[in-house]
């Protein structure tokens, strides 16, 4: 067995993919915004402000200051902020297989786990609706950029391990 073999037959160490996970979620985040930026583009609709009611939420409800950056600065940053930290938990259990996992199948899985845990973060903060109050339409344009982040993500995370 060779040495290129027997290196990606181990997992990585913690640190190591979480590392990893970072890039991977950067790189992830990267493609579902120019995805979204694609698509309100095509269709005339504008970005979702969530990400920077979610951020003026931390800012002033828990960090008891005023926000600092405009409302698109500060879309943009948790928009970022967000996507890039997720890669963190993606990181640590794909680089703790000893195989690695498929970039099709850890990339549907984990954009589809990031897009359920915003139905349950973002509810549950009342900044959006529960799920089955969208129609199909939305959700299925908002599942489609999440799959676009998982598999980007996954995408680098290979070709960084």
Do not use: C
Not at 97 to 107: F, T, Y
Not at 113 to 125: D, R
């Amino acid at each position: 067995m060779g040495t290129s073999s027997f290196v990606a037959r181990h997992s990585l160490n913690p640190v190591g993919a979480a590392v990893r996970g970072v890039v991977a979620g950067a790189a992830g985040t990267a493609l579902m915004t120019a995805a979204q930026t694609a698509y309100y583009k095509y269709t005339g609709s504008e970005s979702s402000s969530t990400p920077a009611e979610v951020g003026e939420r931390v800012i002033e409800g828990v960090l008891q200051r005023e926000v600092p950056v405009s409302e698109d600065a500060l879309n943009q940053g948790m928009h970022w902020a967000y996507g890039t930290s997720m890669g963190v938990p993606f990181g640590i259990v794909a680089g703790s297989r000893r195989e690695p996992a498929s970039v099709l199948g850890s990339g549907i899985a984990f954009g589809i786990a990031a897009w359920g845990a915003s139905q349950v973060e973002l509810p549950a903060m009342k900044l959006a609706p529960p799920p089955w109050e969208y129609s199909a339409s939305s959700l299925a344009t908002d599942v489609g950029f999440h799959l676009v982040y998982g598999l980007g993500a996954a995408l680098a995370f290979r070709v960084l391990r």
